[in-house]
């Protein structure tokens, strides 16, 4: 348990359906990322929240729109998916955003299958 | 520019006998350097981390890693490998700093452990 939860831990998902994936940390950590990991390929950074304020966007398609109401919650809402996009999401959370000395908390990832 | 390689894409070993993950490193500067491990299904977990003190880091689960300067390398070794280490593991290679620089954190690509009775 590495104080990161992440919910659904497996989703399936229709081209045309609305889902939103949900990440909660109460590290008070003030640094939170969405990841994913797709089979044979290096993690890719999708997204970094620091302060509440999104300070990184990997340019990411706009069907995944990112959203922290506060610094304990991260949401990824997902509309008009395809099927490249099955993975497995990962959030982490860290005390800064820099990272340089700092461990990244993760979740333990949403399962995505888009269909 | 930073980057990191990991040497291996899968390492299969018996159980009890020695464990290498190799990681080799390209930074401007000396660098901090991670190690992750990611079992089956699971997030990624902190093994070990090099933030420029003791060469040799001792991680969880008797692992243990070596910075090199010399070889830029930062190999991650156990001397008697579990069932339970199989997993993937990830050299990392934190950002040099700054507020922004989240997003330069490089993960190396990976190297799956596998563990044979």
């Given at each position: 348990?590495?104080g ?12 045309t359906n609305?889902k939103?994936?949900?990440c909660e940390?109460?590290l ?11 089979a044979?390929?290096p993690l ?7 302060l509440?304020?999104?300070v990184?966007?990997n340019?990411v ?7 922290c ?10 509309h008009?998916l395809q099927?490249?996009?099955?993975a497995?999401?990962?959030c982490?959370?860290?005390q800064g ?9 993760f ?7 888009v269909v | ?7 291996d894409?899968?390492?299969?070993v018996s ?5 290498l ?5 390209s ?10 491990v ?9 093994l070990?981390?090099?933030t ?11 692992f ?10 930062f190999h991650l070794?156990?001397p008697?490998?579990h069932?339970s280490d ?6 990392v ?6 507020y922004s620089?989240a ?7 990976g190297?799956r452990?596998?563990i044979?009775?």
């Amino acid at each position: 348990e590495t104080g990161v939860t992440q919910t659904p831990r497996h989703l399936v998902m229709g081209m045309t359906n609305k889902k939103s994936l949900k990440c909660e940390q109460h590290l008070g950590h003030n640094a939170m990322y969405w990841y994913k990991q797709s089979a044979k390929k290096p993690l890719e950074l999708m997204f970094v929240y620091s302060l509440e304020e999104r300070v990184e966007n990997n340019s990411v398609p706009s069907r995944f729109s990112p959203e922290c109401p506060n610094s304990s919650h991260l949401f990824l809402h997902l509309h008009t998916l395809q099927p490249e996009d099955s993975a497995l999401y990962l959030c982490a959370s860290s005390q800064g955003s820099s990272l340089m000395n700092t461990e990244a908390f993760f979740g333990q990832g949403t399962r995505l299958t888009v269909v | 520019a930073q980057s990191v390689t990991q040497l291996d894409s899968h390492v299969s070993v018996s159980e009890g006998t020695p464990v290498l993950l190799r990681c080799n490193y390209s930074s401007s500067y000396s660098p901090s350097l991670f190690w992750y491990v990611q079992h089956p299904n699971k997030g990624l977990q902190l093994l070990l981390k090099y933030t420029s003190a003791a060469t040799l880091v001792k991680g969880i689960n008797g692992f243990e890693a070596e910075f090199k300067k010399s070889e830029t390398s930062f190999h991650l070794t156990k001397p008697s490998a579990h069932m339970s280490d199989a997993a993937e593991y990830f050299c990392v290679v934190p950002p040099g700093g700054g507020y922004s620089s989240a997003s330069k954190i490089i993960f190396g690509s990976g190297t799956r452990l596998s563990i044979r009775p």
